[in-house]
């Protein structure tokens, strides 16, 4: 009687050394975890985690363990975070590690009834806020099922590439990610399920994102203006570039005034050049009409079997240097077409065009056409092969998808897509420091 009446004294103990709850928590771009937090009392420590094994099903037993030999992996959860705690009144307070795949953040936290708040630090030494409430049970925050359902049917929809839904590459990732979508707990969970699986895809960076809650946040306006990096010699990052017309006119004015007599661009790396911004520094590149190409959408490709002459873009489609600032539904469009329509300041020096392996998208395209119609010399490294349109496309109104819509056929015909542009001059190391010995 004694042993029992013991038994039952420590179970009750440990119950009330450790108590566990449920968190809903928010990231500073609005994406959410779920958290589980156990509390040790009697220690002064905590543990929490996300849903339990999700890392390891990802990649497998067999991959994960060797993952976990090698130290490259800890947890077989998405996150994890532990350290110690201490009270005051009714208020916990959390001072430990929070470790995310690879990386690993000091967390200072505190919660109290219903509410969490703390922050993230990175090795920059900024700050990342992090907010949230206590939820009933651990099931996951929403229907991510179905979430990426949508997804997917944009993306075979929508895609430039007619072939992508059959292809065995798609196939394979949809079967992977359809074994675990019902199981997808939070957003975090998501995202890393959608990365590890779609590396094989064709589709660069595929990810399915929450729509930042910063996007509502007032822009202020930008300056821009020209580097100048040796005198009369400017400098110009293609991935920050005006969207409006009278923005790039006043950055050319600039550059007239100054009497630079060189001007390199550089598009080393660059993905985000936006294709406004492209058609407006066309205009100022050349004093004569050229034709650069046209990017085609999905919605032409269905219909069409041939790829339109010059002669026969402006019947059919917009001229790229009219779209707004702010347009982003090219799918919804046959495509547009890239015709410069030179500016009354236009550059009459040299040009000199930085390339690399990781140049691809809209600034892959503006390297084709400056190659073609021989306005700049190429320095570098051969491009990347992918001189698509990507455009950011919205799913259950709370998510966003990013994915090639368009691809770019140049004014001959030809595609680019897996070939790259060869450089004029091929370096292997510092390009704008070999520009700049020139």
């Not at 339990?52 to 099903?57: S, V």
């Not at 959860?77 to 307070?93: L, M, N, Q, W």
């Not at 990732?173 to 890393?192: H, Q, R, T, W």
């Not at 992918?386 to 001959?412: G, W």
Request: net charge positive; glycine share 6%; charged share 25%.
């Amino acid at each position: 009687m004694l042993k029992i009446s013991l038994l039952i004294f420590t179970i009750l103990l440990t119950f009330n050394c450790f108590s566990q709850s449920n968190w809903c928590i928010r990231n500073e771009n609005g994406e959410e975890l779920l958290l589980t937090i156990q509390i040790n009392r009697e220690n002064r420590t905590f543990e929490a985690h996300t849903r339990i094994d999700a890392l390891k099903e990802m990649a497998g037993t067999f991959t994960y363990m060797l993952a976990k030999t090698a130290g490259k992996l800890r947890f077989p959860e998405i996150v994890h975070s532990e350290g110690k705690i201490s009270y005051k009144g009714d208020t916990i307070f959390y001072d430990g590690n929070f470790d995310y795949l690879d990386k690993s953040f000091p967390l200072k936290a505190k919660s109290w009834q219903n509410i969490f708040t703390g922050f993230l630090t990175d090795n920059r030494n900024r700050t990342h806020p992090l907010a949230g409430e206590k939820v009933s049970s651990n099931k996951p925050l929403r229907d991510y099922s179905s979430l990426i359902g949508n997804a997917f049917l944009i993306t075979e929809n929508y895609c430039w590439d007619r072939t992508l839904h059959n292809s065995n590459d798609w196939l394979t990732f949809k079967s992977k990610v359809g074994e675990l979508k019902n199981k997808i707990a939070d957003d975090y969970e998501l995202g890393a399920v959608i990365f590890w699986f779609g590396k094989k895809i064709p589709i660069t960076s595929y990810e399915i994102r929450k729509i930042s809650t910063k996007e509502k946040d007032p822009i202020s306006k930008r300056v821009y203006s020209v580097r100048e990096v040796k005198p009369k010699v400017a400098f110009l990052d293609l991935s920050e570039l005006p969207v409006e017309m009278t923005e790039m006119d006043e950055l050319f004015s600039e550059i007239k005034k100054k009497e630079y007599s060189t001007l390199i661009l550089d598009a080393r790396g660059r993905k985000n050049m936006k294709l406004v911004s492209a058609a407006l520094l066309a205009n100022h590149l050349t004093a004569k009409p050229a034709d650069w190409g046209i990017y085609l959408t999905r919605k032409w490709l269905d219909s069409n079997s041939s790829i339109p002459k010059p002669a026969e873009y402006a019947k059919t489609f917009k001229n790229a240097a009219t779209l707004p600032s702010n347009f982003g539904n090219l799918n919804q469009e046959n495509g547009c077409y890239l015709k410069p329509d030179p500016a009354q300041t236009v550059f009459h020096g040299k040009i000199y065009l930085l390339i690399d392996q990781k140049t691809s998208r809209v600034a892959e395209a503006l390297a084709i056409w400056l190659k073609n119609d021989k306005l700049a010399t190429l320095v570098g490294k051969k491009s990347t092969g992918q001189p698509m349109l990507f455009e950011p496309i919205n799913v259950d109104n709370q998510y966003r998808i990013t994915i090639p819509t368009a691809q770019f056929y140049d004014k001959t015909g030809k595609s680019w897509y897996g070939t790259g542009v060869e450089p004029d001059l091929v370096i292997d190391g510092d390009a704008l420091g070999y520009v700049m010995k020139l």
